[in-house]
């Protein structure tokens, strides 16, 4: 094995010739001209105006992109028929003008190569790009079969891919946005509900009465509609209940903040269910009608009184008495939102079960104010062969967990490290849309299987720090350059957004749809791609579907009337859930008959060593995951993360606010860079906290690099969820270094 060819390529560091080194020079519109833009709005007149939605993350809030012939972007902003922004972007939103303007963007394809015995990237034509990867996927294929070509993607770029992997005959895909993100989420409120959350969450928040946070930090975590609905639902009165160990923003916003011991969540709903059932507070008319096993989930929960969640806690029993007296005066118009991020201590299905049984007890699923019956239009199939069947794929790589039910990403890299029982060999990978070496915790698994891998390609907008270890990088054009598949969400009332490309691809960068056909047709799966741009695609469907691409690049989005009927459950009527019993179900048997607890329980989890404090991490509402810490309009509002430290904390330490220092973590990984300290009541003494998403270690991103922490690589323990294979990433514990520990070494 070459072990030498999978150094990671520090791409600036290296003489380039055909990738520019940036300019630094400040883009034509100017690092702030979108604001500006936005204080005093000019006459748009005389600026075209495309329909897209927003790919800075995965809200994909449907906006208006304004440009002139120049190509120049002016602004984006909200398409006011829209459900999931109401007319108004976030910050990102708003920014991402910045990836389209970013001068370090990935400009033309790269292939690895040596030079001087040195590993460095050249520039490539995309012919020889395509070419390269298309004969990689064919000796893969012939030697060990399609399948051992592996997807890990996320975002747009996502099903395009897919579709050229499933014509190629693999199924071995996966993406974060599963077992790094909302999996146990949705693992357990389908075993309570029989169906899963989905994206966007069903959360009446407009119409609720009292929002119960659990870590879910709304304001912070920007999901545009949500937060909307979370300020008029505040102005109307209603209670909000934040249960999070720091004051995030929707802690400060609410009237109950219990600051719990981190990793204690089910013991508090396990109490929270106590006083419930003990005070006769749950909707006994909804139990009765809808509930499967209510009566051992009395008897599980008698013992777990506030007094006994207090011990575990930290929350005082009248805190915990009061604040589910709240909830059942609310209720039906009560939400304990699911949450999102939810891979935190490896119970989580578990947890998310806690919350599925409390809005059970609540009666607050398919109730106004609680939950809706959300609804979606369905997208007409571009006609296509039928798929091959794969010999294996993702859920086999992922059997070991029963109620899997997407790839998970970690298992499907375990599947590249060589071993005498690997029965499902991954080969090749393509990487899309994911920074996989910032999303993925467990760097040491990821290492290896990089290094075993005959053949990498990554694609993406940005030379982030995956790029740096493919073999091929294909560099995608923006979002606000291409067409993508249309947007049809689940919602209130079903909705389509179109994507149009506002201005043509910079530089040498190519949609992905694009690059799926080449790589397609080099396979020999021309058939597959019956189109010679997507927009014929997206124009058959609108047809389909009673509507054409002129009148959508008009209106952007389209609102469609509902048809399955009122979005709340008719009293007259009795419902039937779509679980396996037809009935929201307390107690699980499909959860006892696989050898789980058929009701959540408690389970201590690990505690910091001495000297050693929680590693905490959460969103900043300017900046998505590590993919906007370059862009230059959002760089400018927020350039690196702070190391927020309780005053006791800096006390013991001898910390003052804005000192710089470094971390270790109880593997003795240490960070590569140093963070700010910000000295706050905010946060417990019992852990530290920082945004996700900082501490670049690619040169190349000329703003980012080096700036802050990379909460990830201090993600080295991994708590996997049994039952769906989720890794929970919240036990990992770091102790202050005030010292530099690199001193003298490069990084
Ligand atoms: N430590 C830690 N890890 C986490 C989380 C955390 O909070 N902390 N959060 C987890 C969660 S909830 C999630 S959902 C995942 C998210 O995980 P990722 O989706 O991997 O998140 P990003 O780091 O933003 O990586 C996105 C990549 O896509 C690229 N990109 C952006 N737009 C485009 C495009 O249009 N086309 C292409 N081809 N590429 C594009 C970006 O440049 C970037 O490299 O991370 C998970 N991992
Ligand atoms: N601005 C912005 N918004 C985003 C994103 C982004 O990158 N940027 N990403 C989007 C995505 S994909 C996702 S999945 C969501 C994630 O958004 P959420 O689901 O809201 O995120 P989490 O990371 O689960 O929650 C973080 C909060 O949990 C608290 N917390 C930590 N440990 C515990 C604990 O043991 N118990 C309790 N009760 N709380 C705890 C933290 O203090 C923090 O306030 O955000 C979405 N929105
Ligand atoms: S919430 Fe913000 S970043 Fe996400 S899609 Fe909407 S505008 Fe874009
Ligand atoms: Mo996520």
């Excluded at 380039?16 to 100017?30: P, Y």
């Excluded at 509609?225 to 934040?242: F, H, K, L, P, Y």
């Excluded at 179900?585 to 001495?610: C, N, R």
Aim: aromatic share 10%; charged share 25%; net charge neutral.
């Amino acid at each position: 094995m070459t072990t030498s060819r999978r150094k990671f390529i520090k791409i600036s560091a290296l003489g380039l010739g055909g990738v520019a080194a940036s300019t630094g020079a400040i883009n034509v519109l100017g690092a702030n001209s979108y604001l500006d833009d936005l204080v005093k709005p000019k006459g748009t007149k005389e600026f075209k105006r495309t329909p897209t939605y927003c790919e800075v993350c995965f809200w994909k809030c449907a906006a208006w992109t304004y440009s002139n012939e120049e190509g120049e972007i002016k602004k984006i902003i909200g398409n006011d028929n829209d459900p999931h922004c109401y007319g108004r972007l976030c910050p990102r939103g708003t920014g991402g003008v910045g990836m389209y303007n970013d001068e370090d963007r990935l400009k033309t394809p790269l292939i690895r190569t040596t030079v001087n015995g040195e590993d460095t990237f050249r520039k490539a034509s995309w012919e020889e790009a395509l070419d390269l990867i298309a004969s990689k996927f064919k000796d893969v294929k012939e030697n060990y079969g399609p399948e051992s070509v592996a997807l890990i993607k996320h975002g747009s770029p996502g099903a395009h891919l897919e579709h050229l992997f499933k014509a190629f005959g693999s199924d071995t895909i996966a993406e974060p946005a599963y077992a790094q993100c909302r999996g146990p989420r949705e693992t357990g409120f389908k075993s309570t509900f029989g169906s899963w959350v989905g994206s966007p969450e069903p959360t009446d928040i407009r119409d609720t009465k009292c929002l119960v946070l659990i870590g879910s930090h709304i304001g912070e975590n920007m999901h545009n509609s949500q937060v909307q609905e979370m300020s008029d639902a505040i102005d109307n009165g209603a209670t909000i209940i934040t249960v999070d160990p720091r004051l995030s923003t929707a802690a400060s916003k609410s009237e109950h903040w219990l600051a719990i011991k981190p990793a204690t969540d089910i013991a508090l709903m396990l109490s929270w269910m106590n006083v419930l059932i003990e005070e006769g507070l749950y909707d006994k008319e909804y139990v009765e009608k809808y509930g499967l096993g209510f009566n051992e989930l009395k008897e599980h929960v008698q013992k777990f009184t506030p007094e006994w969640a207090y011990g575990i806690t930290t929350i005082k029993p009248e805190e915990i008495r009061k604040t589910a007296r709240v909830m059942a005066h609310a209720a039906p118009a009560v939400i304990i939102h699911p949450g999102r991020h939810v891979v935190w201590y490896g119970d989580d299905s578990q947890r998310a079960r806690a919350m599925a049984i409390l809005n059970g007890l609540l009666g607050s699923w398919g109730r106004r104010g609680g939950f809706y019956f959300k609804e979606k239009i369905a997208v007409p199939k571009f006609p296509h062969p039928a798929y091959p069947h794969p010999k294996w794929g993702w859920e086999e790589i992922g059997e070991k967990y029963p109620l899997a039910e997407m790839g998970i990403t970690t298992e499907v890299l375990k599947a590249a490290i060589p071993s005498d029982d690997n029965k499902y060999p991954v080969k090749a990978m393509m990487i899309a849309g994911t920074n996989i070496t910032k999303s993925i915790p467990d760097h040491k698994i990821i290492e290896e299987a990089i290094e075993a891998l005959d053949f990498m390609v990554v694609i993406d907008t940005m030379p982030m720090d995956v790029t740096g270890y493919a073999d091929v990088v294909l560099p995608e054009c923006t979002y606000l350059e291409r067409y993508d598949g249309i947007r049809s969400a689940t919602n209130r009332e079903p909705s389509i957004a179109v994507r149009v490309p506002a201005v043509a691809p910079k530089y040498d960068s190519k949609p992905v749809w694009w690059i799926a056909k080449q790589i397609g047709e080099r396979l020999g799966l021309g058939e597959y791609f019956n189109y010679d741009d997507f927009k014929e695609v997206i124009e058959w469907q609108l047809n389909k579907m009673g509507s054409s691409l002129e009148e959508m690049e008009k209106i952007g989005v389209k609102n469609f009337p509902r048809k399955s009927g009122s979005m709340y459950m008719n009293e007259n009527e009795t419902y039937e859930f779509p679980s396996m019993s037809g009935k929201i179900e307390f107690y699980s048997q499909e959860l006892k008959d696989l050898g789980f607890d058929p009701m959540p329980v408690y389970t201590p989890h690990p505690e910091a060593p001495q000297g050693f404090y929680r590693l905490n991490y959460g969103r900043a509402p300017m900046h998505t995951f590590s993919r906007t810490a370059n862009n230059p309009n959002l760089n400018d509002l927020k350039d690196e993360n702070n190391l927020w430290v309780n005053p006791k904390v800096a006390r013991i330490i001898g910390l003052k606010t804005g000192q710089e220092v470094w971390l270790k973590n109880q593997d003795d990984v240490i960070s590569n860079f140093s963070i700010k300290v910000r000295i706050t009541e905010r946060v417990r003494w019992d852990s530290v906290y920082m945004v996700h998403g900082f501490g670049h270690d690619n040169k190349k991103l000329s703003r980012a690099y080096g700036k802050g922490i990379n909460d990830t690589k201090l993600i080295s323990k991994v708590a996997v969820d049994p039952i769906m294979g989720g890794t929970g990433m919240r036990g990992n514990f770091v102790t202050i270094l005030t010292e530099n520990p690199h001193k003298n070494i490069e990084i």
